[in-house]
């Protein structure tokens, strides 16, 4: 099983372009995460999705879209990027069922530069 | 709305020293995780807490989970270069974790 993968692994983009970062599971998780990650800020969540066709705004959702059309999944869409979405970003996916060590597992991440 | 504190924001200790970080929600927790990520890599779970008081080892890590379920540490007994990373604490809220802003470990061989 790869887990969870995210694409791609590095981007540099400049203001105003647009661009989807995928995250994909095979684990059949039913909850899925985006989250951006900044210096001394933690992981802060963006979106997140309860299963196929349903999304949610988390924490920081504002000048980011998702979609989860399939449910291994999770598309992250930034329409015109500015340079404050600088960051490392990650998915995360999850088991519906609570209960012991219900873990979040998490993609290797993606680093994008907005110029 | 909810917040999860997290201190200290760094800590370098030499090889063999102990290691605390201290996680503090401002409402009470139906659980806390905590997690690991090395430096370049990816948050991974290390465990999670349930029951008011629990205390949890593995190996030379001791997680406790505070009586009013609002508080939790993580101890490291004679820290390893291995130890090196940043450790998170997360408290859950319906369908969302909120993350601590993380500890981050430097340990001095």
């Known amino acids: 099983n790869a887990g969870v993968t995210q694409t791609p692994k590095f981007r540099v983009l400049k203001t105003g372009q647009s661009m989807t970062l995928l995250c994909a599971q095979d684990?059949?998780?039913?909850?899925m995460y985006w989250y951006r990650q900044d210096p001394g800020m933690g992981l802060r969540l963006i979106h997140y999705?309860?299963?196929?066709?349903?999304?949610a705004k988390g924490e920081v959702p504002d000048g980011y879209n998702v979609s989860r059309l399939k449910k291994q999944n999770f598309l992250l869409g930034l329409e015109s990027a500015a340079p404050s979405q600088t960051s490392v970003y990650f998915c995360?996916?999850?088991?519906?069922?609570?209960?012991?060590?219900?873990?979040?597992?998490f993609g290797p991440g993606t680093r994008l530069t907005v110029l | 709305g909810q917040q999860v504190m997290q201190i200290p924001q760094y800590q370098h200790v030499q090889e063999g020293e102990d290691f605390t970080t201290y996680c503090n929600s401002s409402?009470?927790?139906?659980?806390i995780q905590w997690y690991k990520q090395r430096p370049g890599g990816h948050p991974v779970f290390l465990i999670q807490?349930?029951?008011?008081?629990e205390v949890k080892k593995q190996k030379r890590l001791t997680f406790q989970f505070g009586e009013a379920k609002k508080n939790s540490s993580l101890h490291i007994t004679a820290t390893q270069t291995t130890d090196v990373g940043t450790y998170f604490c997360?408290?859950?809220?319906?369908?969302?974790?909120?993350f601590g802003t993380g500890t981050s470990l430097t340990v001095i061989p």
């Open positions: 995360a996916s999850r088991r519906k069922l609570a209960g012991e060590n219900n873990e979040q597992f």
């Open positions: 684990m059949n998780h039913e909850y």
């Open positions: 999705s309860v299963g196929e066709g349903t999304t």
């Open positions: 409402t009470t927790l139906s659980n």
């Open positions: 807490l349930v029951k008011s008081g």
């Open positions: 997360a408290g859950p809220r319906r369908y969302q974790f909120y």
